[in-house]
């Protein structure tokens, strides 16, 4: 199994090279997205190097490699494009705020210093030294290809692209689990085999988040530019706010799962629970549910927990709300808001440790079934 990363590395003193470069580079992608998008449909990205190659090469002057790179850029663009129904063909602009790179091919990296290939040649860059990037640079990861970016604070910063090898583990050798039910209220509640738990509570943040709903609100109303530039900003602090968050709490998860020498992390397989349970929920709460990033949440716990080589399990969220964790009773009844009371047995807890602890334990019920499944097979083949 591989496990792969991004390391952010801001660049300390940017040039004019490096600013006409990502112009140029910016300049090609759009002179191949038009011809794909006169194309009227996805093409490959080696058909469409052919027809693009030597006018990248010859007329914009970039070189080689980033010719090859632009057009494999665009045709995954288009490709990601087509595949979304809901998304009607259109021509996609690019800004100069990103290029690719390959690794060796048009730049080299140590822990000080990148090495980039410029329109004037190769040059070289110092980095900003950052401790925990000094692990990234032992020689046990190799590097990929990796970008160049404008950030919005105006600086230029490496997306050094990483990957290592790291042994594989089946949940068939697991013996502690843990079960993390992600919400609102509770960012995340935790639940291992053992009975231990921990709530990562949410309060704050959604406050917070109303906070920032009400200003959008006054804002929208208003509707002159000036408006509109605060809430592009107001939007991208409050996606960097929850960005934050979430990496605190995901490294909180596996940190917690480390200390009670847990195997498998699972968590609900959330995919289009947006669209399936958008209707469910009052029109006043619909933005905080459906902007809420339970997905983002989810995939940080899962590449912290790969690089503790901790697995990541997920089950079907069916009625992991309303399913008592004693008795197995499902009802809509069980649950009130943050309460759990079965309408059987009597069985009382907070709501959403109930949930945690009903995806650890059918996390644990699966990892059963397939070691029997495995024994049946076995005896099988030896009659």
């Known amino acids: 199994m591989f496990l792969t990363k991004t390391v952010i590395l801001k660049i300390k003193k940017p040039d004019n090279d490096l600013v006409e470069t990502m112009q140029k580079y910016s300049d090609g992608m759009n002179y191949v997205s038009n011809i794909l998008f006169d194309n009227g449909k996805p093409m490959g990205a080696m058909k469409l190097q052919k027809i693009v190659y030597s006018h990248l090469r010859e007329n914009l002057g970039l070189k080689s490699q980033m010719s090859c790179n632009i057009p494999r850029q665009v045709a995954g663009c288009y490709k990601t494009l087509n595949k979304d129904k809901k998304t009607k063909w259109q021509q996609v602009e690019f800004a100069p705020t990103s290029m690719t790179f390959s690794y ?153 799962a480390l200390e009670n020498e847990v195997s498998v992390i699972s968590l609900e397989d959330l995919t289009g629970i947006r669209t399936s349970t958008i209707n469910k929920i009052s029109k006043r709460n619909r933005y905080t549910h459906s902007s809420w990033a339970y997905r983002q949440l989810q995939t940080f716990i899962e590449y912290k927990a790969r690089e503790a080589e901790i697995i990541t399990h997920y089950i079907d969220p069916a009625f992991t709300s309303q399913t008592c964790n004693r008795c197995n009773h499902i009802s809509k009844d069980n649950r009130n808001r943050l309460t759990f009371r079965c309408m059987k047995c009597g069985y009382e807890n907070n709501a959403d440790l109930n949930g945690a602890m009903n995806i650890e334990h059918r996390t644990r019920d699966f990892r059963y079934t397939l070691e029997s499944q495995g024994c049946l097979s076995a005896t099988h083949t030896n009659t």
């Open 104 to 256: 060796k091919r048009d730049f080299t990296i140590d822990e000080n210093t990148v090495k980039i290939t410029t329109n004037n040649g190769r040059k070289a860059y110092s980095i900003l030294k950052y401790n925990h990037a000094t692990q990234y640079f032992d020689g046990s990861w190799k590097y990929q290809a990796s970008k160049l970016a404008l950030h919005n604070d105006g600086n230029y910063y490496f997306h050094l692209s990483i990957e290592k090898e790291i042994p594989d583990k089946s949940i068939t050798d697991a013996s502690t689990f843990m079960g993390v039910d992600v919400g609102i209220n509770y960012l995340a509640v935790a639940s291992t085999t053992d009975k231990k738990c921990k709530f990562f509570a949410g309060g704050e943040i959604k406050n917070l988040r109303n906070h920032y709903k009400s200003m959008r609100a006054r804002l929208q109303s208003k509707g002159t530019l000036s408006a509109k530039r605060k809430l592009k900003y107001f939007s991208g602090k409050e996606q960097r706010l929850m960005r934050d968050v979430n990496h605190k709490i995901s490294k909180a998860i596996v940190k917690f």
